[in-house]
Structures are given as C-alpha cells and as structure tokens.
C-alpha cells in the first residue's frame, strides 16, 4: 500500500498508509480528528546511481550491524630493513661511459 500525505490546518501535514482507491479521500488527522485533505508530495524515487545507492545503504547498515569478513588475505614477506648491494652488472640501468 502506498503512504501519501494529509495536512491538517492546526497540527501539519502526517501520513497515512492506505489503499489507492482511497486516495482521494480526506484523513482523519492523528491529534483532533479533523478530516484533512490530502497533499501532492514528491516521489520517493532514487536520482543517484544504483552503485552510490548500494554503498549509502550498506554504509548505513555497518553503522548498526557491521558485518565481519571471513576470508584471510595472504600475508606478504616483510622486506628486511637492510637495503639489497648489488653486485656486478644491472641490466635496468644504462650507464654512462
């Protein structure tokens, strides 16, 4: 069922989830139970594209339940501190003579 939205004259606009074939109609407003009428209101249609709206909702969702990786990255050898002499001829480097 689609929301839409009322505006009541004292307490501002609610919503309220009804029926299409009733959309038309006015809703009985939350606080005085006055019949307000119904207001056009944007669509809740996504502008953005489908990969910036998947990484806002997955962002949103670690923020309350961050989800842990299992899979293990293969370690790396560490370099040594020390750096490598090289003795004898580099073929990568064109030396001047």
Known sequence: ?????????EHGVFEELRPMDR?????????CRATAP??????RTNLVPRAVSVAHARNEKSQHAPEHSCHHHPTKPR???????YRGKRPWVMEHG
């Open 1 to 9: 069922m689609p929301i839409y939205e009322y505006e009541c004259n």
């Open 23 to 31: 959309s038309r109609e006015g809703a009985e407003c939350p606080e």
């Open 38 to 43: 119904r207001v056009l209101s944007p669509t």
């Open 79 to 85: 370099r040594s501190a020390k750096p490598q002499v």
